[in-house]
């Protein structure tokens, strides 16, 4: 093999050109390294014109030429070692993990490259060497603790190079300018060891250092004249910033391990005090307790107790348990614990004792996969083949990743799910889970706003048995009285908020637009845990004597072609081609279906539109700016994707004509599908509208179910099959924070009775409105009705808006009048959708409607010709249907205060 190196300077990037198809060992170190592939140049890969690739690409070149192997390249950090590199932040901070002989042990190192993929390559590898099976975890901190690092230098804790077929150490591999720096650091390397070596020789016999490990907690009370800090009347905030203080004070007097996790532990204190929100300044507390808690017994037993007596404080300020100076080994299978998700904690809920983190928390990312081949190096060994042998606690993890073969982990994600089918049960009861039908079970994603049964989470009653559900996205509540408290405590903050609202002389909410919409908002929160704190109580409540068994699961026979089997084959074939930028003809499409075994043709071809979702959605996560995402997108669908050929009978019941993907991306720009906490698609079809929506918050609805296997394989949160184009139940009024739907094109046939009666409670009595709506407009109109008021939503129907003689809109102005009198509408845009549904079989004219919320108080009609002239345009491109859609996306205060520092930074 050889490569052609060319540096492109006008895009500040380094090309590489190989002569021959890489293996797949070596493409997917290139991706963790941070390369990218050209789609449209075959063999071509680049990176950031960084100094680091730089050299890499250029010992990769010199290896082929000398007919040697890429694993021989060595990957060398940009810098060199100096203090003045470290005050120019061209440094990481280094922590790795690793098992002692009687406990958890931490290493900390300075890594001279500032570029975080770089450095984390380099680190891992250097660990997975030094360390073997002991390691633990790898942990890089770009520009960051600048005055450790400076300690670390000092003491030759310095990562210089890795180089791959080394199995020694590798401080001393790559040559210092500075020899007295080189000596200095391998005598002092030396000296340490030597003198670690004499410390644990010696024995203690100075009485002062031998301390007798109480068997109790440990109490801040020293003398009966010490009064406690609820004596003293102080705050948690006043609490915090003396045990800051009494902290670093206690760290001075600390070496090694111990001054390292003390030092860690302030600065995590340091950034709960920072936080002027109450409740992200109590989030950020209990966070860092929590971490200080897994590095307890990494502190001798001296630091312990000294730390202890001041953490403990906060831990009674909050009214929490105490830390404990002694370990207590786990004896059940599931343990309490309070977790973290995306940004909020989850108090209270049971969790496999031996899953480790992050799967007891559930937040893996694609950045977790180093770490986890490091650490859990079995699930590399499951295959599809063999996942019936694994244990419930092996099952349990690979169904916290959205899909197991984004992580290198050769399982299909509807394997997992078949296999929670078969035996759920059984895994259920290998990781301590509750198996009874009514125990309640929290949804991580939201807290306790939401609690339900097992039964509803798994479609017990309905023959479904969807236990990967409950796994994916719940836990179960660990102390129910505990949770009745914490919801207690959390209605009490809600209706406190919610007088607040309320004027005193009318007893009713004050009339101000922006108190009536809190108070709305309140009263549904208030709902929403009412219903939540029912399903505990009737647990709790119910005759412990009679218990409902659940169906029985489905035995677990010698493994056979399953009818979903084929969909995997469908997304492995068409993957492979787009990845070679092959676009496959309606021919060699229509011969997959024997090749796969697809039950009919028409399942083939959705499972064809399921492919280039999850190609399309594999290039919206690429960590670029958006533009250059869409970029890819429209290059994709213009080079790569085929056109969708087929037409069954199904499609045209259910009146189906699909969304192009890149209008479900620049949707998911315009509601902010990143920061959503519910995210809604009444008519989802295979789900190209949520390109960027997170599937764990995200509820599907659709009312063909041979569409649900590609739903399920996506992982959502909830799927339905409901009428959409009947009122939706009542407790999902005003729930979601974004609502996207492109409902099925055509017109309304109920009754005139029928249509009266739901344009009446649905559509706010909007007088004539029964006799001028389609399908599409009532389907339209009963998913607003689920969007919070605040909620962002974007609805794509059928027609073009025009403006007759009169000025006004000439079809369907009844429905327009109705959604701008209601409705905060930013625009409304006609689509050229000969061009841009030209791959998706539908060529009738369709329009996007973007909507910014729900007006707090009824008002106006749909603009005239005079006032938006531009309503008549007519966009022809994905880039001028985001040039428009753009200039209504306005960022929240988060990312302004975001972007600010980022500024500040730079």
């Keep these: 093999m050889q490569v052609t190196i060319t540096e492109n300077e006008e895009k500040s990037r380094i090309e590489l050109l190989f002569s021959e198809d890489l293996p797949k060992e070596f493409s997917t170190f290139l991706l963790e390294l941070g390369f990218r592939e050209v789609l449209k140049k075959k063999n071509t890969w680049y990176s950031d014109a960084h100094p680091a690739y730089k050299s890499f690409t250029t010992s990769l070149r010199d290896a082929f030429s000398r007919g040697g192997d890429w694993k021989t390249v060595s990957m060398y950090p940009s810098f060199q070692p100096s203090l003045e590199n470290i005050d120019k932040s061209k440094f990481s901070f280094v922590t790795i993990s690793y098992r002692g002989e009687e406990k958890a042990e931490k290493d900390e190192y300075v890594l001279f490259d500032p570029y975080k993929k770089v450095a984390m390559q380099i680190a891992t590898q250097y660990a997975i060497t030094k360390y073997g099976d002991d390691l633990q975890n790898v942990e890089v901190s770009p520009r960051n603790y600048k005055r450790k690092a400076r300690i670390l230098y000092d003491k030759g804790q310095i990562i210089n190079r890795f180089k791959v077929d080394e199995k020694t150490e590798i401080e ?78 206690i760290e001075d007097t600390l070496e090694g391990e111990d001054e390292t996790i003390i030092a860690t532990t302030i600065l995590d204190l340091e950034d709960a005090q920072e936080q002027s929100s109450d409740l992200r300044f109590k989030n950020e507390l209990l966070k860092a307790l929590q971490n200080f808690k897994d590095w307890i017994f990494d502190l001798t037993f001296s630091s312990r107790t000294m730390a202890l007596i001041e953490i403990n404080r906060l831990n009674q300020s909050l009214e929490l348990p105490l830390f404990h100076l002694k370990e207590e080994v786990p004896k059940t299978l599931s343990v309490s614990k309070d977790i973290f998700n995306r940004d909020h904690i989850v108090p209270n809920v049971l969790v496999p004792t031996k899953a480790g983190e992050p799967f007891q928390s559930g937040g893996l990312n694609l950045s977790d996969a180093n770490f986890m081949r490091m650490k859990f190096k079995r699930l590399y060994n499951i295959t599809d083949d063999t996942i019936e042998q694994v244990s419930g606690l092996d099952l349990f993890r690979l169904s916290q990743m959205a899909h197991p073969n984004d992580y290198g982990i050769n399982v299909n994600r509807s394997t997992v799910l078949r296999e929670w089918e078969s035996r759920g049960r059984e895994a259920f009861e290998e990781i301590g889970y509750p198996t009874d039908l009514d125990y309640p079970y929290i949804n991580v994603h939201v807290g306790y706003k939401s609690v339900s049964t097992l039964a509803s989470q798994i479609g017990a009653y309905d023959d479904r048995h969807q236990w990967w559900s409950a796994v994916e996205h719940s836990r179960p509540i660990a102390d129910l009285a505990k949770g009745i408290v914490i919801m207690d405590s959390l209605l009490m903050e809600l209706v406190e908020k919610k007088l607040e609202l309320v004027n005193p002389k009318t007893n009713k909410p004050r009339t101000d637009k922006q108190s009536k919409e809190a108070f709305n908002d309140i009263e549904w929160e208030i709902s929403r845990l009412e219903r939540s704190k029912q399903v505990i109580q009737d647990y709790m409540n119910k005759d412990l004597e009679v218990e409902e068994s659940l169906p029985e699961t489905k035995p677990n026979k010698e493994k056979k072609q399953e009818p979903n089997d084929y969909l995997d084959k469908v997304i492995a074939i068409m993957h492979t081609a787009f990845a070679k930028a092959e676009r496959l003809s309606k021919k060699k499409i229509e011969k997959l279906r024997e090749e796969t075994n697809a039950p009919t043709m028409g399942a083939l071809w959705e499972a064809v539109e399921l492919s280039w979702l999850l190609w399309y959605k594999m290039l919206y996560r690429e960590p670029i700016p958006f533009e250059a995402r869409l970029k890819k997108m429209v290059l994709f669908w213009n080079k790569v994707q085929p056109t969708y050929a087929y037409s069954d009978s199904s499609k045209e019941l259910y009146k189906q004509y699909s969304t192009p993907c890149p209008i479900g991306a620049i949707i998911a720009q315009y509601t902010q599908m990143n920061e959503a906490e519910f995210i809604f698609e009444p008519s989802a079809g295979n789900g190209l509208l949520l390109v960027g929506a997170n599937p764990r918050i995200t509820h599907v609805n659709e009312i063909d179910k041979s569409r649900k296997q590609s739903l399920e394989h996506q992982g959502f949160g909830r799927i339905t099959s409901d009428n959409a184009a009947q009122p939706f139940p009542e407790m999902m009024h005003k729930v979601h924070d974004v609502v996207v739907t492109n409902p099925p094109f055509a017109s309304w046939d109920d009754s005139k009775f029928d249509k009266e009666r739901i344009i009446q409670k649905y559509f706010n009595k909007h007088r004539g409105l029964a006799n001028h709506i389609r399908l599409e407009h009532l389907m339209a109109g009963l998913a607003l009705y689920t969007m919070k008021d605040d909620g962002k939503a974007a609805i794509i129907i059928m027609g073009h808006v025009y403006f007759g003689d009169d000025g006004l809109f000439a079809k369907y102005r009844p429905f327009f009048n109705w959604l701008y009198r209601h409705y905060k509408v930013d625009d409304v845009i006609n689509m050229n959708s000969y061009k841009l549904y030209n791959k998706q079989g539908a060529v009738t004219k369709t329009m996007l409607i973007l909507i910014g919320g729900r007006k707090s108080k009824p008002s106006g009609v749909a603009p005239n010709k005079s006032e938006q002239p531009h309503l008549e345009d007519m966009v022809e491109t994905f880039e001028d249907l985001w040039k428009q859609t753009k200039s209504h996306i306005k960022p929240n205060i988060d990312t302004i205060i975001k972007q600010l520092k980022t500024a500040r930074i730079k």
């Design 172 to 249: 001393n591999d790559l040559p210092i300018e500075d020899s007295k720096t080189q000596d200095k650091t391998t005598l002092e390397t030396t000296n340490n060891e030597e003198q670690i070596k004499i410390e644990n020789e010696l024995p203690i016999e100075d009485s002062k250092t031998k301390i007798k490990e109480p068997t109790e907690e440990v109490t801040t009370e020293k003398e009966s004249s010490y009064r406690t800090d609820k004596e003293r009347k102080i705050s948690t905030r006043e609490i915090l910033s003396e045990v800051i203080n009494k902290l670093g004070i």
